[in-house]
């Protein structure tokens, strides 16, 4: 677009509105090139699935720093996380049928009426030595042991074993606690990543029930989705619906997607996560008290592992795809922030194959590839309704 003074009663363009327009002009370029360049990868997945812990690991794998403000407010929240955390497990009781010790009963007020630090303030030392009189009862214990029945945060246990280090007046979260630390996303977060050649930004939504509207709005030019499933969840129920199974609400989301006209050409990666939870549990949770179909032996853990696998895949499989794309199976825990380092420096090797055809793997262990068939697919309906067995 060239530029010129205009005729009579015209409006004469100087060389300072040319450079303006110059400049302009080299900046939509650059920001053309940046976009013709970048992988938009959306996290998707039932709430507490581990998709915020994901995007967490990623900012400490690729050196994104935290801010003070930030650091700061996962002090804070920290607290929350500790004395809310407990209150819920209290709240639980009470349908357990369980009570505290008598000794015990004077510091549950303390806990219900637990308020939220100010910017520098310390954790209250009063709520020390309470706190963990209440963690060490016996029937607190025991509705511990029975979190499933009521969804309890799972990072009581990573938190009150360091309650001392925590009342500490000096105390500021370390990176693990910074991953440790939990809070439903509401809205959309996206953060960029820069790799060899590429950008990468990482869509995050929330996933509670009252989160998904909104996922609609993230589903333009997607290069490839992660579907986070906590694998631990296939005996727990929802934060939000305690009728409801964690895991059979993330196989109905799953297959949601993979009839979605939307990404019918994106390639997708399924993190079966929370590895380490399922492994804990599975000796005194037995699977098929919850998917009667199972048919390995009580306390398998490979079985399990393998069972869920082939669930997500049939249910792909069934759904079909336009085009022949693959589907990347990964056992994951999203809290090992070694495990992901490791596993991000071989992923990032492979971008520059898998971009120009618009697949991008991402984080995971060796994957298990499955292939889909094709089909026409439907819009996505995002149904409340379970999948079937």
Same mark, same amino acid.
């Given at each position: 677009?060239?530029?010129?003074?205009?005729?009579?009663?015209?409006?004469?363009?100087?060389?300072?509105?040319?450079?303006?327009?110059?400049?302009?002009?080299?900046?939509?370029?650059?920001?053309?090139?940046?976009?013709?360049?970048?992988?938009?990868?959306?996290?998707?997945?039932?709430?507490?699935?581990?998709?915020?812990?994901?995007?967490?690991?990623?900012?400490?794998?690729?050196?994104?720093?935290?801010?003070?403000?930030?650091?700061?407010?996962?002090?804070?929240?920290?607290?929350?996380?500790?004395?809310?955390?407990?209150?819920?497990?209290?709240?639980?009781?009470?349908?357990?049928?369980?009570?505290?010790?008598?000794?015990?009963?004077?510091?549950?007020?303390?806990?219900?009426?637990?308020?939220?630090?100010?910017?520098?303030?310390?954790?209250?030392?009063?709520?020390?030595?309470?706190?963990?009189?209440?963690?060490?009862?016996?029937?607190?214990?025991?509705?511990?042991?029975?979190?499933?029945?009521?969804?309890?945060?799972?990072?009581?246990?990573?938190?009150?074993?360091?309650?001392?280090?925590?009342?500490?007046?000096?105390?500021?979260? &370390?990176?693990?606690?910074?991953?440790?630390? *939990?809070?439903?996303? !509401?809205? #959309? /977060?996206?953060? +960029?990543? $820069?790799?060899?050649?590429?950008?990468?930004?990482?869509?995050?939504?929330?996933?509670?029930?009252?989160?998904?509207?909104?996922?609609?709005?993230?589903?333009?030019?997607?290069?490839?989705?992660?579907?986070?499933?906590?694998?631990?969840?296939?005996?727990?129920c929802l934060v939000?619906?305690?009728?409801?199974?964690?895991?059979?609400?993330?196989?109905?989301?799953?297959?949601?997607?993979?009839?979605?006209?939307?990404?019918?050409?994106?390639?997708?990666?399924?993190?079966?996560?929370?590895?380490?939870?399922?492994?804990?549990?599975?000796?005194?949770?037995?699977?098929?008290n919850f998917f009667?179909?199972?048919?390995?032996?009580?306390?398998?853990?490979?079985a399990g592992r393998?069972?869920?696998?082939?669930?997500?895949?049939?249910?792909? &499989?069934?759904?079909?795809?336009?085009?022949? *794309?693959?589907?990347? !199976?990964? #056992? /994951?825990?999203? +809290?090992? $922030?070694?495990?992901?380092?490791?596993?991000?420096?071989?992923?990032?090797?492979?971008?520059?194959?898998?971009?120009?055809?618009?697949?991008?793997?991402?984080?995971?262990?060796?994957?298990?590839?499955?292939?889909?068939?094709?089909?026409?697919?439907?819009?996505?309906?995002?149904?409340?309704?379970?999948?079937?067995?």
């Amino acid at each position: 677009m060239g530029a010129c003074i205009s005729s009579a009663g015209g409006v004469e363009v100087t060389e300072h509105d040319k450079h303006l327009h110059k400049q302009a002009e080299k900046e939509l370029k650059e920001a053309k090139a940046r976009l013709a360049n970048q992988v938009k990868v959306l996290l998707l997945g039932s709430g507490d699935s581990g998709k915020s812990t994901v995007l967490k690991q990623m900012r400490l794998i690729h050196r994104v720093p935290f801010s003070p403000q930030e650091i700061e407010s996962y002090r804070q929240l920290t607290f929350e996380n500790v004395t809310r955390g407990l209150k819920y497990l209290l709240d639980a009781m009470e349908d357990m049928e369980l009570q505290v010790l008598e000794e015990n009963v004077a510091h549950v007020a303390m806990v219900e009426g637990a308020e939220d630090l100010r910017d520098g303030e310390p954790f209250p030392k009063e709520f020390h030595q309470p706190l963990q009189s209440l963690w060490d009862d016996p029937n607190v214990q025991k509705a511990w042991a029975r979190g499933n029945e009521a969804a309890l945060p799972e990072n009581l246990l990573y938190f009150y074993s360091a309650l001392d280090r925590l009342f500490d007046p000096q105390y500021q979260p &370390t990176e693990q606690d910074i991953i440790q630390c *939990r809070a439903r996303t !509401i809205g #959309i /977060t996206e953060t +960029t990543f $820069t790799l060899r050649d590429h950008e990468m930004l990482m869509v995050d939504v929330g996933g509670q029930k009252s989160e998904r509207r909104k996922w609609i709005h993230c589903f333009q030019d997607v290069t490839s989705i992660l579907f986070l499933v906590s694998l631990s969840g296939y005996d727990q129920c929802l934060v939000e619906d305690k009728d409801a199974n964690q895991m059979q609400d993330a196989m109905t989301i799953w297959d949601s997607i993979c009839h979605s006209q939307w990404f019918k050409s994106t390639s997708i990666i399924l993190f079966l996560n929370k590895n380490d939870l399922f492994e804990r549990k599975i000796p005194n949770s037995d699977i098929k008290n919850f998917f009667p179909d199972f048919d390995g032996e009580a306390g398998d853990v490979r079985a399990g592992r393998d069972y869920f696998k082939r669930r997500f895949a049939k249910l792909a &499989t069934r759904a079909g795809r336009l085009k022949e *794309r693959e589907i990347y !199976i990964h #056992i /994951t825990t999203a +809290t090992d $922030t070694a495990m992901l380092r490791v596993v991000m420096a071989a992923v990032e090797g492979t971008v520059s194959d898998l971009f120009p055809f618009g697949d991008f793997l991402v984080l995971g262990l060796p994957p298990r590839v499955y292939k889909c068939t094709s089909l026409s697919l439907p819009s996505i309906p995002f149904p409340s309704s379970t999948c079937a067995h």
